[in-house]
């Protein structure tokens, strides 16, 4: 078992258009910086405008995929954060970076985990013929979307729906409710039991 102090200095982790970003900030979360594997981003502006500092940490910058690895950690690390949200981050961290941050490194995914795992959450779930989806706030372990659950949210498919139309009203859901988990974390603290996320 692993209990957790509430956190307070927070570190989003993006790589689009970081909308989830933009809720965390509307919300008064205490952010202390942005980081991203790309330029170039809206993610970035939107961290840029609120005048927070940013980092990037591109793959084709290190020699390897360890090398970012513990590069993205370090950067991390230098803004002391107690938690740390991937939020819309398309990439998946290493050993190093998890050895410094497990338990405390929290993704957001766009589909009801176990199901639809993987960087097509939306169009995987369409394409097996869903009837409901959602979104899922859960910390991150060493595989893809497998880490322990801490909130879930769920979305209907509508006929005829697309892959960025079913994906925005995803996107609707998944801003409030990693909000929500975040702010709760943030006031209560937690514990981690195995794969059971427990808030007080
Ligand atoms: C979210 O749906 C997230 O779950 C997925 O990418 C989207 C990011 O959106 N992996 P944004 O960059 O926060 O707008």
């Known amino acids: ?61 290190f020699g390897s995929r360890e090398e970012w690895d513990a590069g993205l950690a370090e950067a991390v690390a230098s803004f002391e954060p107690d938690l740390i949200v991937s939020a819309g981050f398309m990439k998946i961290v290493g050993k190093e ?4 941050f497990g338990g405390r490194f929290v993704n957001t995914h766009p589909a009801l985990l176990p199901s639809f795992p993987g960087a097509h959450g939306v169009r995987d779930a369409l394409a097996y013929g869903a009837k409901v989806t959602g979104c899922t706030v859960h910390f991150v372990d060493d595989g893809v979307d497998t880490g322990p659950i801490i909130a879930q949210s769920a979305v209907e498919v509508r006929p005829g729906d697309t892959e960025e139309a079913l994906h925005e009203r995803i996107k ?9 988990v975040v702010g709760r974390l943030s006031r209560d603290g937690y514990r981690i039991e195995g794969r059971k996320v427990l808030l007080p």
């Open 172 to 180: 609707e859901v998944e801003r409030r409710l990693l909000v929500d």
């Open 97 to 100: 970076f998890l050895a410094r």
């Open 1 to 61: 078992m692993a209990a957790f102090p509430p956190p307070s200095r927070l570190v989003v982790l993006v790589s689009g258009s970081g909308t989830n970003l933009q809720a965390l900030l509307d919300a008064g979360a205490n952010v202390v910086a942005v980081g991203a594997d790309r330029e170039g981003i809206v993610g970035l502006e939107r961290a840029e405008r609120a005048g927070l500092p940013t980092f990037v940490a591109k793959l084709k910058d």
